[in-house]
């Protein structure tokens, strides 16, 4: 089992750009996929972005070549960047490693709004 802990949320106006973190208490080496998940109110939990450890991502189509996820093995931390923000994307973002049935994050806000 890991803790992960998100950071970085917070206001931003449309257009804008946040970085989030994700940091784990112990290594991440040996976890193959990490991820970012969303859940807007009233809305089922999905997934935003994955990243496998040989450095292989997908993306959820709504934010594909706006975010990218990146991964820091050395540094137990895992990223997204998200930039051209738009009010869909105001949600509670988690940390998720080794796919859903795994490990989780309390989980960033992130509001979109002008």
Known sequence: QVQLVESGGGLVQPGGSLRLSCAASRSIFSINAMAWYRQ???KQRE???R???GGTTIYADSVKGRFTISRDNTK???YLQMN???PEDTAVYYC???Y???SWGQGTQ???SS
């Open 40 to 42: 807007a109110p009233g």
């Open 47 to 49: 997934l935003v972005a």
């Open 51 to 53: 990243i496998f450890s």
């Open 76 to 78: 137990n931390t895992v």
């Open 84 to 86: 051209s923000l738009k």
């Open 96 to 98: 998720n490693a080794g």
């Open 100 to 102: 859903s049935s795994g």
């Open 110 to 112: 992130v509001t979109v």
